[in-house]
């Protein structure tokens, strides 16, 4: 297909979104393409990294679901995927012993059926209000009806609602579940929802696209295409000059040329940056979507212990809170350390302890040192684990801070109050591409916000970049 005069196209950011546009160029014999990547890396919010004697990932970090999902048709056929969420689920929750007593184990069942019911019925559901209202109100209902009988129960369960929605703030990736819409267009692909990379990372994915998993011997030819430390600034794209190319400048000065750009960064970057990146400006339809779309953020903290001072049964725990305890945080100034909702351990990485970090305090927290979220850890861990274990502590952190970083502002995205307020689904808008006087298009969009239901996914952001592949290829024809 490819000749001297075919156009050559401008792809701007190397994440999974920018490398699955690339891969499916290279696969299609068109090769006339460069990466920009404003880092020093590939992979974008999938980031796999050394911890201790195994992998961890700041990012994306489970498969979502076995069908109709392409991370895991791409992957499936080389036993690289484990079944994590028997160990996960039911949630394991732990509170303290002074001021809830008479809890049995079987609450964890009941509750974690109630969350996802309530969870996903909000998802469905036609009444359109804050998912946070929504869960709430039906939380509620049914803890009072459950436990009418049982007092310490009632007033247990009561106490986890924080913490549900400290996991409903997770899931969506958001800083308040009360930004974020009930009856959304996400799509679950079926089956295991925590589906891990067994030591190996979700980094693979990266891999098997370029074709150097599970044979590293024949990569495609991608390497000197990505430049690196080229972070984009504007995008000229309606030129006067004849054949209407798009000239695209970068902070460090150098300019380029071409007649398609595919852009790929987070809907963070462009909510920061869309005024000033787009000459001349984008329509006012895709700069509201920009501005409506939610886009919040997650944390996750990682520690490296010498030796594991947990149980071989010890599964993780998310933690509920009395409202007396908190209290005592909200006094002391410490409000923020029930933000750290849960503990995950890694059965591929067996000396690391996982936190997750959800809700309005995430962007502050990213603030603090090393120092004060450890003692922030160590509290916690003395507090719900203290009378069971001995906690020793760690030799390493490891953290994340896509908030602050000024390439993503934040993880992944999600259908906020205001994003109903158009009739075209807001991601359909995020997705179209803009046109030249010759109504050809010439800025391309990809990347998870720019999918209709697999939005705040690899999974979608890999398909995203297999679209906007295909409609060069089109165009290009
Ligand atoms: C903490 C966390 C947990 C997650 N967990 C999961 C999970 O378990 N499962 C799952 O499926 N998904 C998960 N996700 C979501 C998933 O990681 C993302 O949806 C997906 O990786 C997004 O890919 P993308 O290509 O659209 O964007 P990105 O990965 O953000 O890629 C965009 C690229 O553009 C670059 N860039 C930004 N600005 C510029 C600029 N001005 N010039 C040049 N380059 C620029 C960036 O550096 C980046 O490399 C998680 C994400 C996070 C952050």
Redesign the pocket.
């Known amino acids: 297909m490819e000749d001297s005069r075919s156009p050559g196209v401008i792809i701007?950011?190397?994440?999974?979104?920018?490398?699955?546009t690339a891969t499916r160029l290279l696969r299609n014999d068109f090769s006339n393409f460069i990466i920009?990547?404003?880092?020093d890396?590939?992979?974008?919010?999938?980031?796999s990294k050394k911890f201790g004697n195994g992998m961890v990932?700041?990012?994306?970090?489970?498969?979502?679901g076995e069908e109709r999902n392409i991370?895991y048709d791409l992957i499936k056929d080389y036993d690289v995927l484990k079944h994590d969420s028997s160990q996960f689920l039911p949630f394991q929750l732990q509170y303290s012993q002074t001021h809830f007593k008479g809890i049995n184990e079987s609450v964890n069942a009941e509750l974690t059926e109630l969350f996802f019911q309530i969870y996903e019925q909000a998802q469905d559901t036609v009444e359109i209000t804050s998912m946070g209202d929504y869960f709430s109100k039906y939380y509620v209902e049914a803890v009072e009806t459950k436990y009418h009988d049982n007092q310490s129960l009632k007033q247990f369960a009561l106490n986890a609602e924080v913490f549900f929605l400290h996991m409903i703030a997770s899931l969506e990736?958001t800083l308040s579940v009360y930004d974020v819409s009930t009856g959304c267009s996400y799509e679950e692909c079926k089956g295991d929802q925590?589906l891990t990379w067994n030591g190996k990372g979700?980094q693979t994915i990266l891999d098997v696209l370029m074709n150097k998993f599970p044979n590293p011997d024949n990569p495609l030819p991608i390497g000197d295409k990505i430049l690196f430390e080229?972070?984009?600034?504007n995008i000229q794209w309606r030129n006067d000059n004849k054949d209407g190319s798009v000239v695209v400048k970068?902070?460090d000065g150098s300019v380029y040329g071409g007649q398609y750009v595919v852009v790929?960064?987070?809907v963070?970057?462009l909510k920061a940056?869309v005024d000033e990146?787009f000459t001349p400006p984008l329509p006012i339809d895709k700069r509201r979507a920009v501005e409506d779309i939610g886009f919040g953020?997650?944390?996750?903290v990682f520690l490296l212990y010498e030796e594991r001072w947990w149980s071989d049964n010890f599964k993780g725990c998310g933690f509920v809170w009395s409202e007396e305890d908190r209290e005592v945080l909200r006094n002391k100034g410490d409000i923020w350390i029930m933000d750290i909702f849960y503990l995950f351990i890694l059965e591929s990485n067996p000396n690391v302890l996982c936190f997750f970090v959800s809700h309005d305090n995430v962007p502050s927290i990213e603030q603090k040192t090393d120092e004060e979220v450890l003692s922030g850890i160590n509290f916690l861990i003395e507090k719900f684990l203290g009378d069971k274990y001995t906690p020793t502590t760690p030799s390493e952190i490891l953290r994340?801070k896509?908030r602050s970083?000024?390439?993503?502002r934040?993880?992944?995205?999600y259908q906020s109050l205001k994003s109903h307020t158009s009739r075209t689904l807001i991601n359909e808008t995020l997705a179209a591409p803009i046109c030249d006087n010759n109504s050809k298009p010439v800025v391309l969009f990809?990347?998870?916000?720019?999918h209709s239901v697999y939005?705040?996914?690899?999974?979608?952001?890999?398909e995203?970049?297999f679209r906007e592949a295909d409609r060069l290829l089109s165009l290009i024809k």
Not at 12 to 20: D, F, N
Not at 36 to 39: G, I, T
Not at 297 to 300: G, S, T, V
Not at 455 to 462: F, L, R
């Open positions: 701007v950011g190397a994440g999974a979104a920018g490398i699955a920009l990547e404003a880092q890396r590939i992979g974008g919010r999938v980031f990932d700041l990012g994306a970090q489970w498969c979502h991370v990736g925590m979700f080229k972070e984009v600034e970068c902070a790929t960064p987070s963070g970057v940056k990146m953020a997650i944390m996750k994340s896509w970083n000024p390439y993503f934040g993880t992944y995205s990809a990347g998870e916000a720019t939005y705040g996914t690899v999974h979608g952001a890999i995203t970049g």
